[in-house]
């Protein structure tokens, strides 16, 4: 499963770098230098499941183990897949701050006065980072654009 979520991730980082490279002007070098990273980040996590799975037939001898991805990995990805799915009907500023919140709760953040704030300010953070200094529009949604 590992294998296909990273088969997965170079498509997806291929197809921003590919749609980032159509930009205008230099909007398109923050996103195609996030996609470069992931390639990177991704080709890393490549090599570590190799030698995993390497290490894991050595200890075996032969004999095969399946490791099945865990409930968190299906309710993650579920989730990124609404998320992505909804962005421009919820728009960013109301759907990314609930989305974070969820995940992080989901993942076990239990401190309400910590998360909220942070949520809040990445999101803010993010949000003017691409409208302010990258002239990149953020989906507004459909509350937004009334």
Same mark, same amino acid.
């Given at each position: 499963m590992q294998f296909v979520t990273i088969i997965f991730i170079y498509i997806l980082s291929g197809y921003f770098y590919f749609e980032?490279?159509?930009? $205008? %002007?230099?909007?398109? =070098?923050?996103? %195609?230098?996030v996609s470069l990273i992931l390639l990177v980040l991704n080709t890393i996590y490549l090599?570590? %499941?190799? @030698? %995993? @799975? $390497? @290490? =894991?037939? @050595?200890?075996?001898?032969?004999?095969s183990t399946i490791v099945k991805p865990t409930k968190q990995f299906y309710v993650i990805t579920i989730a990124s897949i609404g998320y992505v799915a909804l962005l421009n009907v919820i728009g960013f500023l109301i759907l990314t701050p609930m989305y974070l919140a969820l995940i992080m709760f989901y993942l076990g953040g239990k401190r309400k006065k910590v998360i909220f704030p942070i949520v809040i300010v990445f999101t803010f953070a993010v949000y003017i980072s691409f409208s302010s200094l990258l002239n990149i529009s953020i989906p507004q949604g459909i509350i937004f654009n009334l």
């Open positions: 980032a490279s159509g930009f $205008r %002007e230099n909007a398109g =070098i923050f996103p %195609e230098m090599f570590q %499941e190799l @030698k %995993e @799975k $390497r @290490k =894991i037939s @050595k200890n075996n001898s032969g004999k």
